[in-house]
């Protein structure tokens, strides 16, 4: 097995397995698993394979923006990834970007054209920033990055609601007033497209997020830099490469993908800021996206794309019976499964090997 | 005025340290082995949910309901952690990545569960948790007496045995040595004739065990039944002792009373004038704060088990 | 006479590769018998199988007389086979006792009895003459008495058959003479060893009987009475060895690396290099030689620039280079091989072409505002590969990881030679190469001194000091305690002055406070 397939056949595994187990739980608790992937392929293609084939784009818009958050959550992951960072902090660097997002958007007055970018920069900013503490913690004093992001994540969301409800002063404990439309990134003409979907322009800086991903950490030399840091600090180090700037700045651009996914919420799917009970977990997902994606933007985007399918197929799960939660537990197996991949590697090679082995003796 | 205040806050103090407490000292076990367990949040809901569900469906027959449901709590918490011992120790799995598969698996198992079993978003929820006891004698104690033996959780009491028990196994028997020298050095273990698996299996399991127990007792005293918020971040707050108690049962038990009475303080803070402004997500915010600032000044001193989170091979030698 | 150990027949093979193609030998009690051989010899395969962690193919292995099957170590620690490994397995923050009794516990109820375990490593300790402190905590021991403690685990254990994996590589010569001591003494209370190694001296000194392995297969056993270093070296590489890297006379010209009164920190917060001051000239090889672990790392981090000084000053030709980064001292000239090849000399994961410009890839033409140019990277690795005869499967594309040893080493002596430094800094540059490596490696450093470079070489192992450099500093505490010709030492003068118990020539401290005070303690 080449590296290169190996890099694409392991994840697909995982998915395979993952459905596979997902399939079970559900037949095992007196479900059934048609609707459950019915229900997925409707969530996709609009089309409704078990009443009558009817076709509903609105649910292909759904999808869409299920992905786009979570797309950018898997890059924010991936990219501190590839310096050799465990980053669990997308979550709370997403939290801070919608905070920046609403505050911008309330705030300031300005014409769309302005006001959206602002937006966008602010969010984005505001990851870094959140990002750029873990970073700095672990260039200055090598603390462990694990542990820092998931302080970080519990701060942050209780930072977002305490600025939510005491200081832009929410009508009823849950959001913030409607943002101005020229903060928005939603737009009539794709909501009608998509049969009055919360489609919007978060697909562009989405889009954009993954090329400049992309470009940045195979094409330049900080890419390059990042790489070497990222396989062998002590290495890069003894190069004279500037190894905590480096963890820094990779910490501060991983942010600032999560950032950006907070205002693609806010400002895409919503339009006003939100006090949470509990975090929604793109964070996490993201964790999923970008391992299933094997840290590049390609495999990023077709691994957010299965998991924003997985969620938007979710309300569709529900109406047919099957509790929501299944595409957790069908998300977890598969994290668990691309996870185990270094052992699946090796039952696979040792079955290879022995095939081999017996193959031989036959010649013998 | 303020004395008693802060008697009062004991009861609760020690209700919500207990399970941090044990749920800290599941998280020593598996890294002494030297397996990276951040899935506690996530065996905490199942152990939690587990509990909630078989008190609720005891409940009509027997008393002991809610302590049966702490034995099946520990059980769901072995089931859920044998996972991450297989993923990590069998499958050489990334032991921060299998974690992060489990916790995001728990939210999505309880609550399938609980769709299957009652028909809605949580458990019902049940009618006596555990219940609250005074110790005869020691009560009369002064002050001692007033902060830990009046009309407080008994679970607070099974964490400080624990506390105890663990620093026993870890530090005076064969057992806690061979665990010990498998998180720091499994070559060395294993070229001892330590069954290196074997003894992080262990350690997981009662990871998981411990987290189990941790996720009931905060379900069964803290809560009316399970819910997907029931246990809100409290297994990385038990992560956190752990750091914070630098990988001892005793300082985990420090940290574990620590974070208990930051927490009840911001039930207390609208009773006490120079607190009573400060919002009170401040005081969520605030283990947090602490856990980095701990790790902050601990900086440069390894502390943890060396071997921790390394995936080990015989292989290699 | 009783054979204790015999391994018959035995053949191993690996995927591609007959590590042991039918090997014989046999180890009579009470004996030291030596098995000798290049890396990649089989000689650890061999060991392995003998101490279970491999099955043989074909063949077996009979301990006093008696068939046996070997499954796992821990049937090895039964027949009563003990290992102690090149790499030893210490519990770093475990007592000395604490890392003999792990596993073999002696209990007073469910607790460890602690206080039996120690008198009894303490009684085992005396009889052997190990002098080892029960109580003491590995991290704060020397390398030495780690390795003691790795023996009394298997004396606790009443391992008969004692197997050395070449022991000495990490001891310094008077550790190694204690060493050679202990293994004597172990034999006459009645222990039987083999000892791995490819070092002949050691083998002449303490051996009874010599095994020698080429590729796989024993080229012949001899008495070590009986035959010479240069016959068991000749068996073992399998043609004449020159034991004598081939050089002229140097002809130092100014001098380009120059420091002064230097004061490192070691990671312990105290003083690792001690006021130091020395001079390396265009045109020579100066080698710095000392017991591990006396200031050399540091120093070399120092001059590297990979860790902050306390004090004094570095030049490179005539520039000041104690305020400058790491980068730009490389970029003025400073060349390093490190140390530890796999760890800082590469990126494993990097390709062969990747690695190559480590140091440069942000330069014309190797990359282009800020973007890579891959087909110049590639043409480069293609022209070092060709220069340096480097042995890599698929050229440029190879990762580093999938090389051996010597072909990575001499990925970074290409790469560190082909940027031209004035000064070159190499640390132990053969640790753990084969003799055609070691050679090929000591030719280039002789040619880059002959090309006019500066060259400052660190190495433990006093043959290669002897052999390559042209002047000798010696480090002792942190500070040179002398500095010699290598024409006009040997190893007897060098040794006494890496103990610290003679000082030679030692260069005056220049104009300082701190260089005053130690001037006033050597007089």
Avoid at chain 1, 120 to 125: G, N, S, V
Wanted: aromatic fraction near 8%; charged fraction near 20%; glycine fraction near 10%.
């Amino acid at each position: 097995m080449t590296k290169r397939t190996e890099k694409v056949l392991m994840p697909l595994i995982a998915v395979f397995l993952g459905f596979l187990l997902g399939s079970i739980i559900v037949i095992s608790t007196g479900r059934s698993p048609v609707s459950m992937f019915s229900a997925m392929i409707r969530a996709v293609t609009g089309i409704d394979l078990v009443n009558g084939m009817s076709f509903n784009p609105r649910y292909i818009g759904e999808f869409i923006i299920q992905s786009m958050p979570i797309i950018l959550t898997g890059l924010a992951f991936a990219f501190a990834s590839r310096t050799g960072l465990f980053s669990i902090g997308a979550e709370g660097q997403l939290m801070v970007g919608s905070l920046a997002a609403t505050a911008v958007s309330l705030l300031v007055v300005a014409p769309a054209a302005v006001h959206v970018p602002l937006v966008l920069l602010a969010a984005l900013l505001a990851g870094a920033l959140w990002g750029g503490i873990p970073g700095l913690l672990k260039a200055r004093f090598n603390v462990h990055e694990v542990v820092v992001t998931i302080m970080m994540n519990y701060i942050a969301f209780h930072l977002n609601n305490f600025t939510i409800l005491n200081v832009f002063g929410s009508v009823d404990r849950v959001k913030t007033a409607f943002f101005p439309q020229s903060a928005l990134l939603k737009d009539p003409m794709l909501e009608s497209l998509t049969n009055g979907s919360r489609l919007n322009w978060g697909f562009v800086p989405v889009i954009l997020a993954l090329l400049a991903f992309s470009f940045i950490i195979n094409k330049t030399t900080f890419g390059y830099s990042l790489r070497a840091v990222g396989y062998n600090k002590e290495a890069a180090r003894y190069a004279g490469m500037k190894v905590n700037r480096n963890i820094i700045l990779s910490m501060m651009i991983a942010g600032a993908f999560a950032g950006l996914a907070g205002a693609v919420i806010t400002n895409g799917t919503f339009n006003f800021g939100r006090a949470l009970p509990a975090s929604e977990g793109y964070g996490f997902d993201g964790i999923a996206v970008a391992l299933v994606g094997a840290n590049e933007a390609s495999g990023i985007l077709f691994a957010g794309l299965l998991f924003g399918m997985l969620k938007a197929a979710q309300p569709l799960m529900q109406s047919q019976g099957i509790p929501k939660e299944i595409v957790g537990i069908i998300q977890a197996s598969i994290v668990l499964f691309v996870a185990m991949q270094y052992g699946i590697k090796m039952i696979l090679d040792k079955l290879a090997s022995k095939k081999n082995a017996s193959a031989e003796g036959g010649q013998e | 005025m303020k004395a008693t205040l802060i008697l009062e806050m004991f009861p609760i103090a020690l209700m919500f340290a207990s399970p941090i407490i044990i749920a800290a000292l599941g998280g020593l076990f598996s890294e002494r082995s030297g397996i990276v367990n951040i899935a506690l949040e996530g065996i905490m809901m199942v152990g939690g949910f587990a509990a909630a569900s078989v008190t609720v469906l005891l409940e009509p027959s027997t008393p002991l309901a809610p302590w049966i449901g702490l034995l099946v709590g520990i059980a769901a918490g072995i089931a859920m952690s044998l996972l991450h011992a297989f993923a990590s120790i069998n499958l050489k799995a990334n032991q921060v990545i299998s974690g992060t598969a489990l916790n995001i698996l728990a939210g999505g198992v309880t609550i399938y569960l609980s769709q299957i079993i009652f028909h809605q978003q949580r458990t019902r929820s049940f009618s006596n948790g555990i219940q609250k006891m005074t110790v005869p004698g020691l009560s009369k104690i002064p002050l001692l007496g007033k902060m830990f033996f009046i009309e407080n959780y008994p679970t607070f009491y099974i964490a400080v045995a624990l506390v105890l028990i663990t620093w026993f196994l870890v530090y005076k028997t064969p057992f806690g040595l061979r665990m010990r020298s498998c998180g720091e050095h499994p070559q060395a273990a294993a070229s001892m004739g330590i069954n290196v698996a074997g003894m992080r299996y262990i350690g997981v399991l009662a990871s998981g065990a411990l987290a189990g127990l941790a996720g009931g007792v905060m379900v069964l005293t803290a809560d009316i039944q399970y819910t997907i918020m029931s246990i809100h971040g409290t297994g990385f707050i038990a992560l956190a002792s752990l750091v914070f108690g630098r990988w001892n049962p005793f300082g985990v038990l420090a940290a574990g009373l620590f974070f208990g009475f930051s927490t009840a303080l911001s039930f207390y803070a609208k009773d006490i004038t120079f607190l009573a402004k400060l919002p009170s997500e401040f005081f969520y915010m605030l283990p947090y704060i602490f856990t980095i600032v701990a790790l902050i000044f601990f900086a440069g001193k390894s502390v943890g088990p060396k071997a921790a989170g390394e995936i080990y091979d015989s292989g290699k030698r | 006479m009783a054979y204790i150990i015999e391994m018959l027949n035995i053949t191993k093979d690996f995927p591609g590769i007959r590590a042991n193609d039918n090997i014989t030998l046999q180890v009579e009690e009470h004996s030291i018998h030596a098995l000798l051989g290049e890396n990649g010899a089989g000689k650890s395969t061999l060991m392995s199988i003998l101490f279970g962690l491999y099955q043989p193919d074909a063949g077996k292995i009979r301990i006093k007389g008696k068939d046996v099957r070997v499954t796992d170590p821990n049937v090895a620690t039964r027949l009563g086979i003990g290992m102690v490994h090149q790499h030893f397995k210490l519990v770093h923050n475990f007592t000395v006792t604490e890392n003999i009794i792990l596993g073999m516990e002696p209990r007073k109820g469910p607790i460890i009895d602690i206080r039996a375990a120690e008198q009894k490593v303490e009684a085992i300790s005396k009889l052997y003459g190990l002098a080892v402190d029960p109580r003491a905590k590995i991290e704060d021991i020397s390398v030495g008495m780690q390795q003691r403690v790795e023996i009394l685990k298997m004396l606790y254990r009443d391992a008969e058959m004692l197997i050395f994996d070449e022991p000495t590589a990490v001891l310094t010569p008077q550790e190694i003479h204690e060493l050679m001591h202990i293994m004597r003494r172990l034999v006459e209370e009645g222990k039987t060893i083999l000892l791995i190694t490819h070092k002949l001296k050691e083998i002449k000194e303490v051996a009874d009987i010599c095994t020698v392995l080429r590729r796989g297969k024993v080229v012949g056993t001899v008495k070590v009475a009986d035959a010479s270093e240069e016959q068991m070296a000749e068996m073992m590489v399998g043609r004449e060895v020159s034991f004598h890297v081939a050089k002229g006379p140097a002809q130092p010209k100014e001098v380009m690396l120059r420091i002064e009164n230097l004061n490192v920190k070691n990671n312990k917060g105290v003083l690792g290099v001690k006021n130091l001051s020395l001079e390396v000239r265009k045109g020579e090889v100066l080698g710095l030689c000392g017991i591990d672990g006396n200031g050399q790392t540091e120093l070399v981090q120092a001059l590297t620039g990979l860790t902050r000084i306390e004090s004094g000053k570095i030049f490179v030709g005539d520039t000041d280079i104690t305020p400058l980064s790491i980068k730009a001292r490389t970029d003025l000239g400073l060349g390093h091989i490190p140390e530890d090849r796999q760890k800082h000399g590469l990126v494993l994961d990097f390709t062969l072409s990747e690695n190559f410009v480590i140091h440069n890839y942000y330069e014309k033409p190797y990359a282009h505002w800020g973007i890579l140019n891959p087909k110049a990277i590639r043409e480069n690795a293609d022209r070092l590969i060709r220069e340096f005869d480097v042995r890599s499967g698929q050229g440029g594309d190879t990762p580093a990881r999938s090389m051996s040893g010597g072909n990575q080493q001499k990925a970074i002596v290409a790469r560190e030679i082909d940027r031209s430094p004035k000064v070159l800094v190499v640390a132990q540059p053969t640790r753990g190469l084969d003799v055609g490596a070691i050679e090929y490696i000591h030719k280039r450093i002789i040619a880059e001194r002959d090309n006019d470079k500066a060259i400052l070489l660190v190495s433990l192992e006093l043959d290669e000091i002897l052999d390559v450099s042209d002047r000798i500093a010696v480090i002792f505490n942190g500070e040179i305690v002398g500095i010699v010709n290598a024409k006009e030492t040997d190893e007897n003068e060098l040794g006494l002055m890496m103990a610290g118990s003679l000082r030679k020539n030692v260069p005056p401290a220049r104009q300082s406070e701190t260089s005053a005070s130690v001037q006033g303690r050597n007089a």
